[in-house]
């Protein structure tokens, strides 16, 4: 997987004036990080991390990996995949390790499970991403995290119709956006909250962006994350920079489990750094 981040500018420069006045003076300044996530810890929040897998016993985990599965490509399957539990559980290249860490160390009292749909070479077809995000819906995730993507366009339907399927049944979906400037899914869909990486190092400086497809900018390019066998590795790219927002919004919906995908898009928006301070 390429990890070369796109750099977009996440600065107040680039903030309308017209938004600002909305965020400092409409009804979304009466949302503040306070009212948003004070106090919680993401207790009970189920987080499904679609990717590589998890070192389940990697000492930053601390036992938050609750189970998982493995999704193998079957050509002879109505679905063309095979789901099996994961286990042990293990990581076949530190990916997704690196993005529960993430999570984790945001929301510490989350539950995280994983679906594993990538090889060792960060490798998987599409019906296996597409086979992992469909187990995580239908087996009652409220977020999944989704650092990565497809650029096939014969892929764009079925994408289009899962992502559209868990934002109907309220499950939060979080997409990195692709490392190189080129379409891929599902980060470009509405459904989802797409998320690209920035300088900051600050696990809770993030940025809006008004000019989407991307929607959030948050730290991804030279950051220190779990890696294998208990280590731990400095990574870049907007693969880790999902994780974050994902993190933030298990913290937002252990405090306020009642909020739908797009309430919870409109927190993190009204709470996000090129917003006047309060």
């Known amino acids: 997987m390429d990890d070369e981040p796109l750099r977009p500018a996440w600065s107040e420069a680039f903030y309308p004036e017209e ?48 189970a998982g599965v493995v999704v193998e490509y079957d050509e002879l399957a109505e679905s063309h995949v095979r789901i099996e539990p994961d286990q042990p559980l293990v990581d076949l290249s530190g990916h997704g390790t690196a993005c529960a860490g993430i999570i984790h160390a945001l929301a510490p009292q ?35 995290n989704l650092s990565l993507s497809t650029s096939r366009e014969e892929y764009y339907a079925l994408f289009h119709k899962l992502t559209d399927d868990a934002y109907f049944q309220n499950v939060v979906l979080v997409s990195a956006a692709n490392n190189i400037p080129a379409a891929s899914y599902p980060s470009l869909y509405s459904s989802v909250i797409s998320v690209a990486a920035h300088l900051e190092q600050d696990p809770f400086t993030y940025y809006y962006n008004p000019n989407p497809p991307v929607e959030f900018g948050a730290p991804g390019i030279d950051v220190e994350v779990c890696w294998l066998n208990g280590q731990t590795s400095v990574v870049t790219g907007n693969s880790f920079a999902a994780p974050h927002i994902a993190g933030l919004a298990a913290l937002i919906l252990a405090k306020h489990p009642e909020l739908t995908p797009f309430e919870l898009k409109t927190v993190l928006r009204a709470c996000a750094n090129n917003r006047a301070r309060r």
């Open 110 to 144: 989350a539950e995280l499970y994983s679906a594993r749909v990538l090889g060792r070479n960060m490798k998987g077809k599409a019906f296996q991403f597409a086979g992992g995000l469909r187990w995580a819906i239908d087996n009652g995730m409220q977020i999944i």
């Open 19 to 66: 938004l600002r006045n909305i965020a400092i003076h409409g009804p979304l300044a009466k949302i503040t990080r306070e009212w948003a996530w004070g106090e919680s810890s993401g207790r009970g929040v189920r987080v499904a991390i679609v990717d590589s897998g998890i070192e389940a016993d990697h000492p930053a985990l601390a036992g938050a990996v609750q």
